[in-house]
């Protein structure tokens, strides 16, 4: 069984600028979560995609937008980057029918100057 | 606004012992629990989940569920040095996120 995967590992960015990260499912699993975990935070939610849709959205401005492909992969695009944007970018997939029961990926580290 | 509070920490315990980690949320629609470990510079790892009231185990991890209080706890016992990690507590109410706490950092020392 495959993990979740994501990619890269670690961005740097300048702000103003906008970046694309990517996540792939587990294998067997059809929905995408993203979330973002500053620095001694809990994870916050941005964003679920199942069948290509936006399926929720937790409190994050629409300069935070994403994809779902139909292999379920996902890319999560943030645009006019924020120093505040730095943060550990997670991805987690699970089925639909338990999309509450969430396995995350390994994370994408972004660092924003 | 859904809250999900923990205590910070840190919490030390010794080698063998067992560590307690305590949780409460606000929304008492909340209908799905869970703990994950979070290892410094990794991603969060699901450790137990828990839907009921009562307890849950699983190896030397048990999980407490009390809907009337609004608390959820994970017991760790024979506790290891390879189990200091911040735990995070996460609540879903039946919709699409999970709202985590801050988490709580455990240190176990040999």
């Known amino acids: 069984e495959t993990g979740v995967t994501q990619s890269p590992t670690h961005l740097i960015k300048t702000r103003g600028q906008q970046v694309t990260l990517r996540c792939s499912s587990q294998?067997?699993?059809?929905?995408v979560s993203w979330y973002q975990q500053a620095l001694g935070q809990g994870p916050q939610f941005i964003f679920q995609?199942?069948?290509?849709?936006?399926?929720g959205r937790g409190n994050f401005p629409p300069r935070f937008s994403g994809l779902q492909f139909p292999n379920y992969s996902s890319e999560l695009n943030v645009n006019a980057l924020e120093l505040d944007d730095s943060a550990l970018y997670l991805c987690a997939s699970s089925t639909q029918d338990r999309s509450y029961e969430q396995y995350f990926g390994p994370g994408t580290r972004l660092t924003v100057t | 606004q859904k809250e999900v509070e923990q205590n910070s920490g840190p919490l030390s315990v010794p080698e063998g012992a067992i560590a307690s980690l305590n949780c409460t949320y606000s929304d008492r629609g909340s209908q799905s629990f869970f703990w994950y470990r979070q290892y410094s510079g990794k991603s969060p790892e699901l450790i137990m989940s828990?839907?009921?009231?009562g307890d849950k185990e699983d190896g030397r991890f048990t999980a407490q569920l009390n809907k009337a209080s609004q608390y959820v706890s994970l017991l760790i016992r024979d506790s290891q040095p390879s189990d200091s990690a911040t735990y995070l507590c996460?609540?879903?109410?039946?919709?699409?996120?999970?709202?985590f706490g801050k988490g709580t950092t455990l240190s176990v020392s040999s």
């Open positions: 995609y199942y069948r290509e849709e936006e399926n």
């Open positions: 294998s067997g699993h059809n929905t």
């Open positions: 828990i839907y009921s009231n």
């Open positions: 996460a609540v879903n109410q039946a919709g699409t996120a999970l709202i």
